[in-house]
């Protein structure tokens, strides 16, 4: 089975700063896909990134990015320049590749226990 | 991605009473899920909501428990039945629009339960 893992409950940056929240997991699969999402306050659930596991150069979305180390299993998320909005809980979350999913399979997102991230102004 | 909603986004009710909460897409999709999140936790996946089929519930999730309908490509419901305090949750549904198996999935407000 997999598991996700985040072992920072809370977190703290003052804006304007760059914060890394970690995350690591435990799979066989050798095909899967690993996504931060952030929830804020409003609880909406944002995806803020994906990263395919067979693709060796990292995931960037424009303040975000990620250092995937497959070998590791290792998939932490890099904030840069930390803005007020970025206050959020970042959940880490694994998915297994399946192409196409056989019938009643679950592309079940495994989720870690989250990160609670503080921008202080 | 896609426009989700759900109803209601809130709510109080009596322990052993039902609620039953919509999830609707502003586009077909392929698959809808169902998850939920105690207060403080992280986010567990309760089932898939198949289209004119039953759910695949997973483990620890039983269908008279959470009744999930899903009539068509664009909307689900979940039902909360005979509930108890331990009921009290932010429930959300997701989406994948794409092929079933490679898809991310996007997330609706969620609705949050408080079961007295």
């Known amino acids: 089975a997999q598991t996700v893992t985040q072992s920072q409950p809370e977190m703290s940056v003052q804006e304007a700063e760059t914060v890394t929240l970690s995350c690591t997991y435990d799979?066989?699969?050798?095909?899967?896909?690993l996504f931060w999402y952030k929830q804020p306050p409003s609880r909406q659930m944002i995806l803020v990134i994906r990263q395919e596991a067979y693709k060796q150069q990292n995931a960037t979305e424009n303040r975000f990015s990620v250092n995937f180390q497959k070998a590791a299993k290792s998939f932490s998320l890099k904030i840069s320049d930390s803005q007020l909005g970025d206050t959020a809980m970042y959940f880490c979350a694994f998915m297994k590749h399946e192409e196409p999913a056989p019938r009643g399979a679950t592309n079940k997102l495994i989720f870690g226990t989250g990160t609670l991230l503080a921008v202080q102004p | 991605s896609a426009v989700i909603s759900q109803k209601p986004s809130r709510d109080i009710c009596q322990r052993g009473t039902s609620l039953t909460i919509q999830c609707q897409v502003d586009?077909?999709?392929?698959?809808m899920f169902w998850y939920r999140q105690q207060p403080g936790q992280s986010l567990t996946l309760i089932a898939t909501a198949n289209q004119g089929s039953e759910a695949t519930y997973e483990s620890g999730f039983v269908i008279d428990k959470f009744p999930i309908s899903r009539p068509n490509l664009t909307f689900s419901t979940l039902t909360v039945s005979n509930m108890s305090p331990e009921d009290s949750s932010i429930y959300l549904c997701?989406?994948?629009?794409?092929?079933?198996?490679?898809?991310?999935?996007?997330f609706g407000p969620g609705t949050r339960l408080t079961v007295l």
């Open positions: 997701s989406v994948a629009k794409g092929t079933a198996g490679t898809d991310t999935q996007y």
């Open positions: 586009s077909q999709v392929t698959m």
């Open positions: 799979t066989s699969e050798n095909n899967y896909y």
